[in-house]
């Protein structure tokens, strides 16, 4: 395992804070705020600084016009669907279980590599997806024995967390020539434009100026989740050694159900507690690097492929 410069430790830091404490920040902004509307302001004021970053590291904004149906495809796959699932299912869940449903993406990618990609899953990648299940269960539990509970919350993250493994099986395998940064650009427009329109269809009635927090809340989205963490993590991903990606991504959920009980005072129940633990288990047991001989087929491949669209 090769070690971190001290620029790549600060940043993978940087980032894992960012994107962790940004699931109570999300809840915080789409509580009594109209979601789809919240998001769609959150990516178009992050793409100017997006493309800022493309301008200063002077990566061409160009992409070919034959490889546009294969970008669309990849955006609908790793962005169009998380991002309205998502957003739409923080808003029935604590900030805590939405990230940690969210971020059982490594599982649901395992999944479908070996079912429909022929990528054979191993012994304890089968551990994990029991792992995980188990642990779907226990966050259900409230859900489902609360009358004002809204299981509806849990089936949209693990829909958007199923479309981002699909997504990232398809990143895997493409063939596209343009920068890895150019394309999380024009993907990140894309999906500004399908927030904006679904958010004009079924939310316009609601439209109003957002309040202090709920500003804020927009704000750090667009500037350190739109603009810093997309420029930043790609740049990352083209040196970073498979298990710091993998403790980033373990770490992610786990901030934001700590800091959503700290910020948000959201309970934290047994069941949670112990679901927190077993999807640990089960990303480890599916992204923790395997021995070096086996390691450069599987693990290294899938995380330098899957960091071209960061997520929440």
């Known amino acids: 395992m090769h070690a971190l410069s001290r620029q790549q430790v600060v940043l993978v830091a940087v980032l894992t804070i960012g994107w962790g404490v940004n699931w109570p920040i999300m809840k915080l902004g789409v509580t009594g705020y109209p979601p789809l509307t919240f998001r769609a302001l959150s990516m178009w004021l992050g793409l100017p600084v997006l493309g800022a970053a493309l301008l200063l590291m002077k990566v061409p904004f160009h992409v070919p016009r034959r490889d546009w149906r294969e970008l669309l495809w990849l955006a609908a796959t790793n962005m169009f669907v998380w991002h309205v699932c998502i957003i739409l299912a923080i808003r029935t869940l604590s900030s805590g279980r939405a990230a940690i449903l969210g971020y059982t993406m490594p599982i649901f990618s395992a999944l479908i590599g070996?079912?429909?990609f022929a990528t054979p899953l191993a012994r304890r990648g089968w551990l994990g997806v029991g792992a995980a299940g188990v642990g779907v269960v226990l966050l259900l539990w409230h859900e489902l024995t609360h009358l004002a509970g809204?299981?509806?919350g849990v089936v949209l993250a693990l829909v958007a967390a199923a479309f981002w493994a699909l997504g990232t099986q398809n990143l895997r395998r493409t063939r596209l020539a343009?920068?890895?940064l150019a394309l999380s650009f024009w993907m990140t427009v894309m999906t500004a434009v399908v927030m904006a329109v679904l958010a004009t269809a079924f939310e316009s009635?609601?439209?109003r100026l957002p309040d202090g927090p709920t500003?804020?809340?927009i704000l750090y989205n667009a500037v350190i989740i739109f603009g810093f963490a997309h420029a930043?993590?790609?740049?990352l991903a083209k040196g970073l050694p498979p298990v710091a990606s993998t403790l980033s991504v373990m770490m992610i959920p786990v901030?934001?159900?700590?800091s959503g009980a700290w910020w948000l005072r959201e309970p934290v129940h047994w069941q949670d507690w112990t679901a927190v633990v077993l999807m640990m288990v089960a990303i480890g047991s599916v992204l923790w690097p395997a021995r070096a001989s086996t390691r450069q087929g599987s693990a290294s491949c899938s995380m330098?492929?899957?960091a071209t669209t960061p997520r929440d």
């Open 114 to 116: 070996a079912l429909f």
């Open 232 to 235: 930043a993590w790609t740049v």
């Open 255 to 258: 901030l934001g159900v700590f």
């Open 215 to 217: 500003s804020w809340a």
């Open 304 to 306: 330098d492929k899957s």
């Open 205 to 207: 009635p609601q439209w």
């Open 178 to 180: 343009a920068p890895a």
């Open 150 to 152: 809204r299981p509806w």
